[in-house]
């Protein structure tokens, strides 16, 4: 029987779809036996970093995960159940590429359940969601006799899930608790109770939060700041505000760093902490100098001027002075996520920073070392002087110049890092020798030149933003010191320190998830809106000062009897003055109308973006194909 074209047409389809379903399930089977995956996604979210797979690859015993998931779609919201799938996902990727080092578990913690009970004791906690139920998004992971937890696997932390678990994973097939050395020349430590002023009813200083935060997870040592050597043990030196560090310390230091130890160094031009021990003059405290490590980093090929603090205009601080006054403060940066590296996991997390009376960083790293800016400010910035910093902010911010160059407020070097000491130890003593002058001196010769391995240093430009103070707030609760966090300070340096102290490979994750794009064009027009504005106070005050000057010399050129009179050229300069007043004041009022105005116009313009855009695209594409197969049919 022979068939007409529609049916002929017909069986080729049908025959077409059976082939392909055919070898979409062959090509699926063939996959899914097969190790090598093609991660198509648009930020691969199933690809491993680099930094994991190092990990992964010197897994030398079994890890155990057990992953703790609530089942059933009544009881897992929608997006929860999405957020597990990922987990889920990323876990097979660690299996398979731990190449059988890693091994899962997956629960389900019903209620009065053995698996309820064993997610207690794993220390994975369930989210209440109702009087007596609870869901459960939880993994521990466990080596030999270590163990870690993840209590909860927040979607919030989505992006940071890779480092998450990675992190763990080197927790627990670590031996021992990482020793953190301290060097500095503030009383982080704490002061005890001197008995004079016991007696005046005053009591000692407690140790920082952030110490004894520390010492949560790590072994902390203080080291003196006339150190000459840094104990092998110490892993990772923390070196906080180093005011007046010696050469011979710069040395301890470079020497630990060529053994492979890793570096926190926190510098800072003008130390609020240090500073109150000083008097009360502005001009004598900032004469005192700042804090660098000028050796260390003029080999590293940085540069950081202890004489110049930072300011940015678009990260003010406003500032309470009483009286309802207040003081916008450009060298007080309250930073927002636009100067925080939200793709690298020591900052992805963190969207505020306060940074009093920072430093920034210039020049370029030299060959072998590699860069990471973790904080920066705006083009909106420029360097000033410290001493001009403290004495007043709205002087700095009625001369404010922009440089239009954005500055590192702190960076991360990671490499092979060279000696700032070819020669030896500063002080070693000369050589007299004339025969021996080629040869190298004792010092020089057990000097290490290079570092053994791929190091860290991590360098950020204030020292004050850990102290209590300025992190958040501290409350005495029955006896008990609890902190309450104002902003990402503690965090950030809680990472620092995390990041450092764990496997150097860590450094290399990633943070996988997108990231959230805050409004920060209209930030940028209030910023420009408000230098406009600053401008013409600025115009209005000269113009002020010199009608006030005019006067004066009015003043002077009149008789004794008539010094409170005011002449006819002064009420003509008073007229005038009075008259370009409210003229700047109307200036200032349509400056403050067109931001509003600016703000409002790009405002609709994104609500019809949103409202109107896709529909139209949708539309626009639809006609377009229906254009296109009716040109087709006719050409048949």
């Not at 970093?49 to 030398?60: F, I, M, N, P, Y």
């Not at 998450?164 to 301290?182: E, F, L, W, Y």
């Not at 020349?185 to 520390?214: A, H, I």
Request: hydrophobic letters at 40%; proline letters at 4%; charged letters at 25%.
């Amino acid at each position: 029987m022979k068939l007409d074209k529609k049916q002929e047409a017909m069986l080729y389809s049908t025959v077409g779809v059976v082939v392909m379903l055919i070898i979409l399930v062959a090509v699926n089977g063939i996959a899914s036996k097969a190790k090598a995956r093609i991660d198509l996604t648009a930020d691969k979210l199933y690809t491993l970093s680099e930094g994991t797979r190092k990990v992964l690859a010197k897994l030398d015993t079994k890890v155990k995960v057990r992953l703790y998931v609530t089942q059933g779609e009544n009881t897992m919201p929608t997006g929860l159940q999405t957020h597990a799938r990922r987990v889920e996902d990323l876990l097979k990727e660690f299996r398979q590429a731990s190449n059988g080092k890693i091994t899962i578990e997956k629960l389900d913690p019903q209620p009065d359940s053995d698996a309820e009970e064993s997610a207690t004791l794993d220390g994975v906690q369930g989210q209440p969601i109702s009087l007596s139920e609870k869901l459960y998004l939880g993994l521990a992971v466990s080596c030999l006799e270590q163990k870690v937890a993840v209590p909860f696997l927040s979607p919030d932390r989505d992006k940071l899930l890779e480092y998450d678990i990675a992190r763990a994973i080197t927790q627990v097939t670590a031996t021992s608790k990482p020793v953190v050395g301290i060097m500095t020349s503030l009383p982080m430590f704490g002061q005890p109770m001197n008995p004079m002023m016991m007696q005046m009813g005053q009591r000692g200083q407690s140790p920082w939060v952030f110490v004894n935060e520390l010492k949560n997870d790590f072994e902390v040592k203080q080291v003196e700041m006339t150190a000459e050597t840094i104990d092998d043990a110490i892993k990772v030196l923390l070196v906080v505000h180093p005011k007046q560090v010696t050469d011979n310390a710069q040395y301890a230091i470079d020497q630990f760093l060529m053994r492979g130890g890793k570096l926190i160094a926190f510098l800072d031009p003008l130390s609020i902490v240090d500073s109150r021990s000083s008097a009360g003059n502005p001009m004598q405290r900032a004469a005192q100098g700042g804090s660098t490590l000028d050796k260390l980093l003029k080999a590293w090929g940085l540069e950081f001027d202890a004489n110049k603090v930072v300011a940015d205009a678009n990260y003010v601080t406003r500032i309470n002075r009483g009286m309802g006054r207040e003081e916008v403060v450009p060298t007080v940066l309250s930073m927002d996520s636009r100067g925080i590296a939200q793709g690298d996991v020591t900052t992805s997390q963190i969207d505020n920073i306060l940074l009093p009376f920072a430093g920034g960083f210039t020049g370029t790293p030299v060959s072998g070392l590699t860069q990471t800016v973790l904080l920066k400010t705006t083009t909106q910035s420029q360097f000033v002087e410290k001493f001009m910093a403290e004495m007043a902010g709205e002087q700095v911010m009625k001369d404010f110049s922009p440089s239009g160059k954005e500055v590192s407020l702190a960076v991360r070097l990671t490499g092979k890092f060279k000696t700032a000491f070819p020669d030896g130890k500063p002080g070693g003593a000369a050589k007299t020798d004339d025969a021996k002058k080629d040869e190298p001196a004792p010092e020089a010769a057990s000097s290490l030149k290079e570092s053994k391995v791929e190091s860290v240093v991590i360098l950020v430009g204030d020292s004050d933003f850990v102290f209590d103070e300025f992190a958040g707030q501290v409350q005495e609760i029955f006896g008990q010191r609890l902190f309450m966090a104002r902003n990402g300070n503690m965090s950030l340096a809680q990472n620092i320190a995390d990041q450092a102290g764990g496997d150097v490979n860590l450094i290399q994750v990633r943070s996988r998830a997108t990231v959230g794009r805050p409004f920060t064009v209209v930030k940028e027009m209030q910023a420009k809106a408000e230098q406009s504005y600053r401008s013409k106070i600025k115009q209005l005050e000269t113009e002020l000062s010199s009608a006030q000057q005019r006067l004066n010399e009015l003043q002077q050129k009149k008789e004794g009897n008539q010094r409170f009179i005011l002449s006819p050229e002064q009420q003509k300069e008073v007229a005038n003055f009075r008259q370009r007043e409210t003229e700047v004041k109307r200036e200032l009022k349509d400056v403050r109308k067109h931001l509003k105005r600016d703000v409002d116009a790009l405002e609709n313009q994104l609500k019809w973006l949103n409202i109107a855009g896709m529909p139209f695209l949708v539309t626009a594409s639809g006609i377009c194909l229906a254009a296109l197969k009716r040109k087709k049919t006719s050409a048949k």
